[in-house]
C-alpha cells in the first residue's frame, strides 16, 4: 500500500479508538519561522486540514503582504479562514474562535485532523482555553476610551486595581484596549471580569489539544524574515500597498506590517531601501513580541529547526510525536 494510503488508514484506527477526544494540532511560533511549510508537510502522514490562525490573513485583497497560501496550493491544501471579510471590517478574537470552533469541528466529523497553523497568541490562547463574551456596552466603552486618551492608560489601570486586582495584575498599563475591555464589563455588570472568565471553555474541554511551537535561532529567524521581505518586494508588494491605500481600512487592517512602511515609500517620505528597511526592522520586532508571548504559554511542545533543516523533516518529528 502506498505511504499516503497507510498513513491515512492509521489516521482513521486513531479517531475510531479516540471516540471521546478527537485530536487538533496547532502550529505556532514567530512571523518567518516556517509554520505553513511544516504544516502542509503533515499531510504526508495523516488526512487533515488546515485553518489559519493569523489576524491579518482573514482579510481579502492582503496575499503578499501577509505572505498568504497560494491560490493554488489551497486547492491542493484544504485551508481555512482566509479571505473570509474585507479590509475595512474589524475582525476580533471572538469572532475567530466561533469561526475556528465551527471549522474545526467539521474537519474532526470527517475523520481528519483539524491542523491550526498561526503567530496571533491571542486567538490561539483564546481557542483553546476558552473566551468570555458578555456583550458590549458603546456607551460605557466611549466613556472608558475617552477617559484613556485624556488621562492615560495609567490612569485606567489604578481604577481596575480598585474593581479588579487578579485581573490588573494580569493587564499591563499600556495594553488600553484590555483596560478599557475589563472595566467596560464591569460597568456592565457590577462583577470583576476575572471572576466572570471562569466558566469561559474552549478547545480543550473536548479535543485531545497538542500545541507544537517552532523555535529557530534568532540569526536564522531574522534571516528568513529578511528573505520573506525581499521576496514580497519582487512579488509586487507595492503595487498590492499601492491599491490597499486607495481602499477603506479598518484599524486592524491598517496595522499591518508592511502598509505604513511602504506608504512612506510611496507618498515620498523615504526612499524604496529605507522603506524596506523599516519593513524588516518591525518585522524582526514584531517576531521577538510573538516569541515573548508564546514562551509564557503552558502546553506547547518546542520543536528546535536547524536553518537547512527540511520543513519535511519537521512535520516527521511532529507526526511522531504524535502517533503516526
Known amino acids: 500500500m502506498p505511504e499516503r494510503g ?4 492509521k489516521a482513521t484506527i486513531l479517531f ?9 494540532l496547532f502550529i505556532v511560533g514567530p512571523t518567518g519561522c516556517g509554520k505553513t ?9 495523516f488526512p487533515c486540514e488546515y485553518i489559519s490562525a493569523d489576524s491579518m490573513q ?3 485583497g492582503m496575499d503578499i503582504i501577509t505572505d498568504k497560501l497560494p491560490l493554488d496550493l489551497r486547492k491542493k491544501y484544504p485551508y481555512h479562514l482566509l479571505d473570509i471579510v474585507t479590509p475595512s471590517v474589524e475582525y476580533n478574537v471572538a469572532r475567530f474562535c466561533r469561526a475556528a470552533a465551527l471549522k474545526i469541528g467539521a474537519v474532526a466529523r470527517k475523520k481528519k485532523v483539524p491542523v491550526v497553523a498561526g503567530g496571533t ?13 458578555k456583550g458590549s456596552s458603546p456607551k460605557a466603552r466611549a466613556l472608558l476610551e475617552k477617559m484613556a486618551e485624556e488621562k492615560g492608560g495609567a490612569f485606567l489601570h489604578e481604577r481596575l486595581k480598585d474593581v479588579d486586582p487578579s485581573a490588573a495584575g494580569r493587564i499591563h498599563a499600556h495594553d488600553t484596549k484590555r483596560l478599557v475591555r475589563a472595566l467596560e464589563v464591569y460597568e456592565m455588570t457590577r462583577r470583576p471580569i476575572s471572576e466572570l472568565q471562569k466558566n469561559k471553555q474552549g478547545l480543550i474541554a473536548a479535543y485531545d489539544v497538542r500545541i507544537f511551537g517552532l523555535n529557530r535561532g534568532r540569526e536564522d529567524l531574522y534571516r528568513r524574515i529578511d528573505q520573506r521581505v525581499d521576496f514580497m518586494v519582487n512579488s509586487g508588494l507595492l503595487d498590492e500597498v499601492r491599491r490597499l491605500l486607495k481602499t477603506r481600512l479598518g ?3 491598517a496595522q499591518c506590517i508592511g502598509l505604513k512602511e511602504i506608504e512612506g515609500f ?19 520586532h514584531f517576531a521577538k513580541r510573538q516569541m515573548t508571548w508564546f514562551r509564557r504559554e503552558p502546553g506547547i511542545e518546542w520543536i528546535d529547526a536547524a536553518p537547512q533543516e527540511d520543513p519535511a523533516t519537521i512535520a516527521r518529528k511532529i507526526a511522531g510525536s504524535v502517533g503516526f
Open 6 to 9: 497507510i498513513a491515512a488508514l
Open 58 to 60: 482573514v482579510y481579502k
Open 121 to 133: 497568541g491571542l486567538y490561539i490562547r483564546s481557542l483553546v482555553h476558552g473566551i468570555f463574551e
Open 251 to 253: 484599524k486592524t487592517a
Open 16 to 24: 475510531l479508538l479516540m471516540k471521546e477526544k478527537p485530536l487538533v
Open 266 to 284: 510611496l507618498k515620498g517620505r523615504c526612499g524604496l531601501e529605507e522603506a524596506v528597511g523599516l519593513m524588516k526592522r518591525n518585522s524582526r
Open 37 to 45: 511549510q511544516v504544516s502542509l508537510g503533515l499531510s504526508k502522514f
